[in-house]
């Protein structure tokens, strides 16, 4: 090996020191992580038209923050009162089935969606459903 150093060498050295730029750090230099939102509506309460505004307005919201999924949570309908009335539908009335019957039936809201599964039992199993949006490209 050769001692000696050269004067371009002892120049691109000193050049360097005297260089105030950060070095990149090549070690950390990984793909940046994105994390994927999630949001969640509980519509316990709700009555079915107000339900299917809010949920509207929360899937589009949610859209234009670029959310990954949403926790719709309907509830299963055990203390509905349309057991009580004959002549309505056990199943049309509660907005477990209606509320995801309304999002398929709007285009414009399906435009926005990949998606609509049941939950899984950590989420509320039958009394909830996933939404799962599009990557919003116009932001």
Do not use: C
């Amino acid at each position: 090996m050769n001692s000696r150093i050269s004067d371009k060498d002892k120049k691109d050295w000193e050049s360097f020191l005297s260089n105030k730029e950060p070095l990149p750090d090549k070690d950390n230099k990984s793909k940046k992580k994105e994390t994927k939102k999630i949001k969640t509506i509980d519509l316990h309460g709700y009555s079915l038209d107000s339900a299917n505004e809010t949920i509207k307005n929360f899937i589009i919201k949610s859209f234009n923050d670029n959310t990954y999924k949403i926790i719709v949570v309907t509830g299963k309908g055990l203390h509905s009162e349309n057991d009580k009335d004959p002549y309505v539908s056990k199943k049309l009335g509660i907005l477990r089935y209606s509320v995801p019957e309304y999002i398929r039936n709007n285009i414009d809201l399906m435009h926005m969606i990949n998606r609509i599964q049941v939950a899984g039992i950590e989420d509320g199993g039958d009394g909830a459903f996933y939404i799962y949006l599009k990557k919003n490209k116009k932001k």
